[in-house]
């Protein structure tokens, strides 16, 4: 890491780490009453100024010169902001989930001072990106609607600044993905008998957001079994009822639905209860 030595204007010398690359360094002065005694170490956006060891802060202000030949400049020299790189930073943190209606939501870490984000999507992982969305100054979420079930779909995001009308772009976040797939079924468990002494478990299907249905079932920790089910589409409110042999345990149902596109099984969220 490179150092430069700078002056605080009260004769003592801090050492200037510089951390990030790209940085315009220039002098900065401080007040002596602004400056802490048992200051070892302050950060500022991202950079470290560090006290020199030996270094004596002073207590009082100095007493100003009255020779008028040694007389200097009381002006405070004027320094560039060093609040903002020359460049965006790298979107971090990029985040994707399913939203409760078809779209898929997306996230990240905000820049405070950014002027705005563009938002790439893309089927294929390497190659194919277009820009779906831009702007969101101080805003750092944005819901893609535009979207298909059982697809894959991958994003990444970059920061700009604005200059004028000439854009300074940042590095692009880490590429995510996700598919959307439709909700799990809803259904309920319960245990019944029949008046001759058979015990059996009834499973009622209350929605469905395909017309077929796989199932499996488990006791207690033991592998899932997959339950060989008809073909047939599934209506709404239609109740399985399987016999068992009553036990000590739980029994678990795992069950998810599907449909058939250009001849491929496209499935939906599995859901899992135990009774």
């Not at 999507?121 to 750092?140: E, L, V």
Request: proline share 5%; glycine share 6%; hydrophobic share 30%.
């Amino acid at each position: 890491m490179q150092a430069f030595i700078y002056t605080t204007g009260w004769g003592q010398e801090i050492e200037h780490a510089i951390p990030i690359v790209g940085i315009t360094i220039q002098p900065l002065s401080y007040r002596w009453n602004k400056w802490p005694k048992d200051l070892d170490s302050l950060t500022v956006t991202g950079i470290e100024f560090v006290a020199k060891e030996g270094a004596v802060y002073p207590s009082a202000p100095p007493t100003p010169s009255m020779t008028p030949a040694a007389a200097t400049s009381t002006k405070t020299p004027q320094t560039r902001s060093t609040n903002a790189p020359s460049i965006p930073q790298k979107v971090t943190n990029l985040k994707l989930k399913a939203g409760k209606k078809k779209q898929i939501k997306l996230s990240w870490n905000n820049q405070k001072q950014a002027d705005g984000y563009e938002i790439y999507r893309s089927t294929k992982k390497n190659k194919g990106y277009q820009k779906i969305a831009d702007g969101f100054k101080n805003k750092c979420n944005f819901a893609d609607s535009k979207v298909k079930y059982a697809k894959n779909y991958y994003y990444k995001v970059r920061a700009y600044y604005l200059n004028g009308k000439n854009y300074q772009y940042g590095v692009f976040s880490d590429v995510k993905k996700l598919m959307l797939r439709r909700k799990a079924p809803a259904f309920n468990l319960k245990r019944k008998v029949t008046t001759d002494g058979i015990h059996y478990i009834s499973i009622r299907l209350k929605s469905c957001s395909d017309p077929y249905l796989q199932m499996w079932v488990r006791f207690g920790k033991k592998k899932y079994k997959k339950i060989p089910l008809s073909k047939h589409k599934i209506k709404k409110n239609t109740a399985l009822n399987f016999k068992y042999t009553p036990g000590k345990g739980k029994i678990s149902f795992r069950i998810r639905s599907y449909r058939v596109q250009n001849k491929k099984r496209v499935y939906s969220k599995s859901k899992t209860k135990r009774i």
